[in-house]
């Protein structure tokens, strides 16, 4: 599971500057996939061979009866309760402000590791500015430029020396686990109550990872589960209730753990922006994923609702044409005892494997309809093509040209995959590499 940095700070501090040097935001490949939200909260970044999750406290609609100082301790609450290391930006040029000092004073009170960054020095000749910052008692003012990139490599170091160690989740191959994900007052914890049900057969609570979460073990017809803590299960917080939007970040830990994930919405409401981050996160960790939605006994129906409204969902998730999608009713049980049939079979489906010969025949005559796209006269070839990993299916192509590869072909070799093995309920990721044709 990954550790968490929040980047907390006043407004135009430069923290969405620092978020996209940290993440690398503009090479990620998700940038030229249709339907991914690209207005992100989080991503991950890597350094020195440690992934970590970054999150971005700017970008809040901010309600305008809020005073900014509310705005920055909601953002400094927030990150205080759910991150590993808290990146404190500041301006340099405009100084300490009274937020700097309110913000600084309630870091201090915690037990959280925090480094105090000092943006908008692009002149290290002249750090009186920055020396002013020693005030806010936060150690040593870390000076940068996120807009230039300067000191960021160094920023980075000191990121990975002070995050915890990833934690490895026990990889019990026959225990499935399950994370509810949605935003708050969709039906999490009824859908789940419903799901364990009176019947269950409980084996334990087991303390998990996230911050006062307890995960419940159940079995159900031989096959063992746990049931994943999530926002809508844990305890509430003056936090949770005051900032509705942050709970999409209370779900990444949830995701980070889980085999499969029941992305929850509300039939009433449909698909609103805060859904697309939190699926779209799943769907870039490579989860299994399915689509619930809850409430649908409240939907008044006629023979097209159904096709309708899943017409509708789908078309605003094009990138997860793959994810099979359950109309359900938490309150009176409708279908909810399929749910475990479906997640068992998208469970089976993220651990598929297929012969490289196979692999290769369909890859061949996927080509031979739709040939490669050309660039400048070359053609992009498909030289050989094999299966490296599972959760989720990983398979390497190996061509001439990588360069030449467009992600709508990658789309098109996926459905040519999916139409000859299913994958159903996972997504599938390619590496693609050179390789000369004459080895």
Not at 209 to 219: H, K, L, N, V
Not at 356 to 380: F, H, M, Q, Y
Request: aromatic share 6%; no cysteine; net charge negative.
């Amino acid at each position: 599971m990954k550790p968490i940095v929040a980047i907390v700070g006043r407004p135009n501090v430069g923290k969405s500057t620092l978020f996209n040097r940290l993440t690398n935001t503009r090479s990620a490949i998700v940038e030229d996939t249709p339907g991914i939200t690209r207005d992100r909260l989080y991503r991950d970044g890597q350094w020195n061979n440690k992934t970590f999750t970054v999150i971005d406290t700017g970008g809040i609609e901010i309600n305008s009866q809020d005073s900014m100082l509310n705005l920055v301790k909601k953002q400094a609450d927030v990150a205080i309760d759910e991150a590993d290391l808290i990146l404190f930006m500041t301006d340099g040029k405009a100084g300490v402000t009274a937020d700097d000092v309110e913000v600084a004073q309630m870091l201090r009170r915690t037990k959280k590791e925090v480094i105090l960054v000092v943006n908008k020095i692009e002149n290290y000749e002249r750090m009186d500015n920055v020396y002013d910052f020693y005030q806010l008692g936060l150690g040593e003012p870390f000076p940068i430029s996120a807009s230039h990139g300067m000191n960021t490599g160094d920023l980075l170091d000191a990121v990975v020396e002070k995050l915890p160690a990833e934690v490895e989740e026990d990889q019990e191959s026959d225990v499935i686990k399950i994370a509810v994900v949605g935003r708050p007052n969709v039906g999490k914890s009824s859908l789940t109550n419903a799901i364990l049900g009176k019947e269950r057969s409980i084996v334990s609570n087991i303390p998990g990872t996230t911050r006062d979460a307890i995960d419940t073990a159940f079995e159900r017809d031989g096959q063992e589960y746990i049931i994943i803590d999530t926002a809508g299960m844990r305890r509430k917080s003056k936090v949770l209730d005051t900032t509705e939007r942050y709970s999409v970040i209370r779900s990444l830990r949830s995701i980070d753990r889980a085999d499969v994930v029941l992305a929850v919405l509300n039939a009433e409401e449909g698909l609103i922006e805060q859904d697309k981050k939190v699926i779209g996160y799943a769907h870039e960790q490579g989860k299994g994923i399915i689509v619930v939605v809850n409430k649908w006994d409240l939907i008044e129906k006629d023979d097209k609702t159904y096709h309708t409204f899943e017409k509708t969902i789908r078309s605003e998730l094009l990138f997860l044409q793959y994810a099979p999608m359950i109309f359900v009713s938490a309150e009176t049980k409708q279908r909810v005892n399929k749910i475990l049939e479906v997640v068992n079979f998208v469970a089976e489906q993220q651990v598929l494997r297929i012969s490289t010969s196979v692999l290769n025949e369909i890859i061949r005559d996927a080509v031979i309809l739709n040939p490669p796209p050309t660039d400048k006269g070359r053609r992009l070839k498909i030289l050989y093509v094999t299966q490296i990993d599972v959760k989720p299916p990983t398979f390497v192509l190996f061509v001439n040209e990588p360069e030449i590869m467009h992600f709508s072909y990658e789309r098109y070799l996926e459905n040519k995959i999916r139409e000859s093995f299913g994958f159903t309920g996972t997504s599938i990721k390619f590496i693609v590499k050179k390789r000369s044709e004459e080895t």
